[in-house]
């Protein structure tokens, strides 16, 4: 790879080669979720057109709805001025979180703590059959 086709891509020579990747929903602009690339998942991700990302706890490639289904089909990769933050516009299918919300951004802080502002879509239980 040439040095003009790295400085195209993100820097993954930066956070010990993870960076952060955000999904946006494409029409809404609402941020569904950040998660971990690393090289291969960006390059999967960029030669599929769906998301994928590096899973730190099970320390491989987490292929977006292997397991519930809940796929993120992406419509644009954008990267920050650093390259070392990816930003996705997303079609989402399902819930983009874990927890069976639209978004993993579904609580709001306040003085007087912690409160949910979202509506559940899907029950975890039914989807990843734990």
């Known amino acids: 790879m040439t040095t003009e086709q790295q400085s195209q891509e993100p820097d993954f020579t930066r956070n010990n080669g993870l960076l952060p990747a955000i999904a946006q929903d494409a029409d809404s602009g609402k941020i ?31 292929r977006k709805g292997e397991e519930s289904g809940h796929v993120q089909v992406v419509e644009q990769i954008l990267l920050d001025c650093d390259r070392d933050t990816i930003l996705m516009k997303v079609r ?6 874990h927890e069976g919300y639209e978004s993993c951004f579904f609580r709001e802080v306040t003085a007087d703590g912690l409160n949910i502002i979202a509506t559940r879509l899907v029950d975890p239980n039914d989807v990843y059959q734990k």
């Open 32 to 62: 569904l979720m950040m998660a971990w690339m690393n090289a291969e998942a960006y390059r999967e991700t960029v030669q599929t057109g769906r998301a994928v990302y590096f899973s730190r706890s099970r320390q491989r490639l987490w």
């Open 92 to 97: 989402q299918t399902g819930a983009a979180c």
